[in-house]
């Protein structure tokens, strides 16, 4: 399995401009997390789905972020408008069941101009 | 997370010796994980620890959880360059639904060989 699959790797943006990162699970995983990463906050949830289901999206920063899980293959985390404050590491992790272990993904790094 | 701290937050070892990180939480935990990340990838997962005194050991890192579950030590055992990275605790205080993990922020290891 080529594991969780984050595109694009990098992104570089101007404030204003609508931002689209992508997430392919791991095939057979039901759970998808995204989280946001950055030196000042460390690791952060923001939001979780089950089966496709946003279960707990209160990590979620404001209205600008939104995410969807259309299908057990594909989640999109979108920001509009983007801010610099958003720039950070977004890391999509997901899990098999009640497994013990959230697969990460290899992140997205976005700077926001 | 001010909810777990992590420390030392970086560390400076030469190959061959031994360390230990500290993670410790300000209330009971549910489920105990820790995690590794090297810079600019993604987190791999290392061992949860769940029940009180657990002791979990792979290759040479073991990791213990207390009995009062609020704090956790890893230790690593002749460390080798390939140890080197951030190591993070994440901890689940939910007593059930989804593994939703905190997580500390992180400690920062270099081996010199």
């Known amino acids: 399995d080529a594991g969780v699959i984050q595109s694009p790797r990098h992104e570089v943006t101007e404030m204003g401009q609508e931002v689209t990162l992508r997430c392919k699970p791991i095939s057979g995983h039901n759970s998808l997390f995204w989280y946001r990463q950055t030196m000042m906050r460390g690791l952060e949830l923001l939001i979780y789905f089950n089966n496709n289901v946003p279960i707990d999206d209160s990590g979620m920063p404001e209205d600008r972020f939104s995410a969807k899980m259309p299908n057990a293959s594909f989640s999109t985390l979108k920001i509009q408008p983007s801010e610099p404050r958003d720039s950070a590491v977004y890391f999509c992790?997901?899990?098999?069941?009640?497994?013990?272990?959230?697969?990460f993904g290899p992140g997205t790094r976005l700077l926001v101009l | 997370s001010q909810e777990l701290e992590q420390s030392p937050q970086s560390l400076i070892v030469q190959e061959g010796k031994n360390l230990t990180i500290n993670c410790t939480s300000s209330k009971t935990l549910y489920g105990l994980y820790w995690y590794k990340q090297k810079y600019g990838e993604g987190l791999i997962f290392l061992m949860m620890?769940?029940?009180?005194?657990e002791e979990k050991s792979h290759e040479k890192i073991t990791a213990k959880l207390d009995e009062k579950k609020q704090q956790s030590s890893l230790h690593i055992t002749a460390s080798q360059p390939s140890h080197a990275g951030i190591y993070l605790c994440g901890a689940d205080f939910n007593s059930g639904g989804y593994q939703k993990v905190t997580f500390g922020t992180g400690t920062k290891l270099q081996v010199i060989p």
């Open positions: 992790a997901t899990q098999q069941g009640w497994s013990e272990t959230q697969y």
């Open positions: 620890l769940q029940k009180g005194g």
